[in-house]
């Protein structure tokens, strides 16, 4: 068994609201939403944050944010708008070491973030 939270998410061994799935991705609702929409989309690859994907990876790293503004038009943010982020690593704000990509929308979002 993983220990990688986000590992246990793909293997369905913690439940988690799935929202979309293909072969590379999958994105679920956040348990601590920050705005209405609030989606985490992941490869399926354990990898600990986009700062270790190198050029072998650029396919994998293209789908994750195709797979993003996938789940972003099937949330009917498109239209208006919404944000996507990566934190990444301790000054990031980073807290699972699972890349993923945050979709928040349904809300206007302010700048600079704190
Ligand atoms: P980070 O802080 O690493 O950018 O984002 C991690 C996100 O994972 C946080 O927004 C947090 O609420 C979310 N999270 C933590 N544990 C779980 C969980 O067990 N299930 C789900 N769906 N989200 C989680
Ligand atoms: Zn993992």
């Not at 590379?24 to 700062?51: E, G, M």
């Not at 928040?104 to 302010?110: A, N």
């Amino acid at each position: 068994m993983s220990d990688c939270l986000f590992c246990r998410i793909v293997g369905k061994e913690i439940q988690a609201k799935i929202v979309y799935e293909d072969d590379h991705t999958l994105a679920f609702d956040d348990i601590n939403p920050q705005a209405p929409v609030h989606v985490l989309v992941i490869p399926k690859r354990h990898l600990s944050s986009v700062q270790e994907m190198s050029a072998h990876d650029q396919s994998l790293l293209a789908h994750v944010f195709l797979a993003s503004t996938k789940v972003a038009t099937q949330k009917g943010l498109d239209a208006a708008g919404y944000r996507l982020v990566t934190n990444t690593g301790r000054d990031g704000g980073q807290t699972v070491f699972h890349m993923h990509v945050h979709i928040l929308g349904g809300r206007h979002m302010s700048w600079p973030p704190g």
